[in-house]
C-alpha cells in the first residue's frame, strides 16, 4: 500500500480526537486523556482496514459502530503515536482542513509524552487543544486553510480519496416524446463539505475534466457559507479519463465493485444494448444493485 494512498484514504475517512474522561477524586487531576487516530469503513471493507494496519505495524481492528455496521482500524498507544502515526503524517501530509486537526492531535501526544497531562495545566492544554478540533472548529477557519496554499494532489493520494469519497453513476433517462433513444450518463461523483471545496477544485485541475455542483463563487467565504446546500460535488463524465486512472491505481474497499459494474454498464452502452429492451432493463438491474443499493453476503 503506497503511503499516499493512506493519506488519502484518512484524508477521506480518518479522524484525529482527543478524549478527555472524568475521573473525579482520582489521580493528580481528576482527568483521564486518551487520544486516538482512526480510519472507518463499513464491515464488507474490512480488507481495506486491515491492510492499513499491516502498513503501520501498529494498532487495531475494532467495532467502531453496531448499529451502521462500521469497523475502524484505531491506534490508541501513544509511542505508537509518536513514532508511527506521526512520522506519516509529517512526511504525506494531509490535504484538506484535516490538517488542523491533525496539527492539534501531534501536539496533544507530544503533550502527554511528556507527561506533562498529569498535571493540571497539561489537562487545561489538552481541552483548550480538543475545544476547536472537528466539529468545534470554525468553518471559516477550515476554509481559509484549504484555500491558504496551492493542494499539489500525488496520483495514489487521488486513489485514496476516491476509495473514501467517491462514487460511480449511471445516470438512464428513458424514452420521452422529445428523444428516439434513451439517454445514458456516467460519472464519478466526489463529495465534500463547502469548507473544503477547495480540494474537489484541485481535483477537477487534477484530471482537467469535470464540474463542480452547485455553481457559486466557491473561492469567496460569504457565497460558500451562505449556500444553502452544505455540500458540494464535483462530476466527471469523462468515464474513459477515469476508468485508465482506476485500472492504474485501483481501489482496495468494496467500492471496486461498483466500479466494475460501471465498466459493465459502459461497455452495454459502447455495444448499443441500451437500444434493445432486454439490453436497457438489464443496464437498470445492474444500476439498482450498486452504491448504497448492493447487497453483501
Known amino acids: 500500500m ?20 472524568n475521573i473525579e477524586g482520582k489521580g493528580n487531576t481528576g482527568y483521564k486523556p486518551f487520544i486516538e487516530f482512526k480510519v472507518t469503513q463499513k464491515k464488507h471493507s474490512v480488507d481495506m482496514l486491515l491492510m492499513i494496519k499491516n502498513f503501520f505495524n501498529c494498532g487495531r481492528i475494532n467495532i467502531d459502530n453496531k448499529k451502521t455496521s462500521t469497523m475502524k482500524f484505531v491506534v490508541t498507544n501513544i509511542d505508537d503515536i509518536i513514532n508511527i502515526i506521526i512520522p506519516h503524517f509529517d512526511k504525506y501530509s494531509l490535504r484538506t482542513s484535516k490538517f488542523l486537526n491533525y ?10 509524552k511528556n507527561k506533562k497531562h498529569y498535571s493540571k495545566e497539561g489537562i487545561k492544554e489538552l481541552i483548550n487543544l480538543k475545544s476547536n478540533m472537528n466539529k468545534a472548529r470554525s468553518f471559516k477557519e477550515k476554509f481559509d486553510y484549504c484555500w491558504s496554499k496551492d493542494i499539489i494532489l500525488y496520483s495514489e493520494w487521488v486513489q485514496g480519496f476516491i476509495d473514501g469519497e467517491g462514487s460511480f453513476q449511471c445516470e438512464i433517462n428513458r424514452l420521452n416524446k422529445n428523444r428516439s433513444n434513451p439517454q445514458i450518463n456516467f460519472s464519478l461523483q466526489i463529495q465534500q463539505n463547502n469548507h473544503d471545496v477547495a480540494i474537489l477544485y484541485a481535483i477537477k485541475e487534477y ?6 455542483k452547485p455553481k457559486y463563487n466557491i473561492r469567496c467565504f460569504a457565497d460558500t457559507i451562505n449556500n444553502p446546500r452544505k455540500v458540494s460535488s464535483l ?10 486512472f482506476i485500472d492504474n491505481y485501483p481501489l482496495f474497499t468494496k467500492k471496486k465493485l461498483d466500479y466494475l459494474d460501471w465498466k459493465r454498464l459502459i461497455l452495454l452502452k459502447k455495444e448499443n444494448m441500451h437500444l434493445t429492451k432486454e439490453g436497457l432493463q438489464l443496464m437498470q438491474n445492474i444500476k439498482n444493485s450498486m452504491n448504497a443499493k448492493r447487497i453483501y453476503d
Open 2 to 21: 503506497n503511503p499516499w494512498y493512506v493519506t488519502g484514504i484518512s484524508d477521506a475517512e480518518g479522524s484525529f480526537q482527543i478524549t478527555i474522561q
Open 207 to 212: 484530471f482537467q475534466s469535470g464540474y463542480l
Open 235 to 244: 462530476w466527471i463524465r469523462n468515464y474513459e479519463l477515469i476508468c485508465n
Open 103 to 112: 496539527n492539534d492531535f501531534k501536539s496533544a501526544a507530544i503533550l502527554m
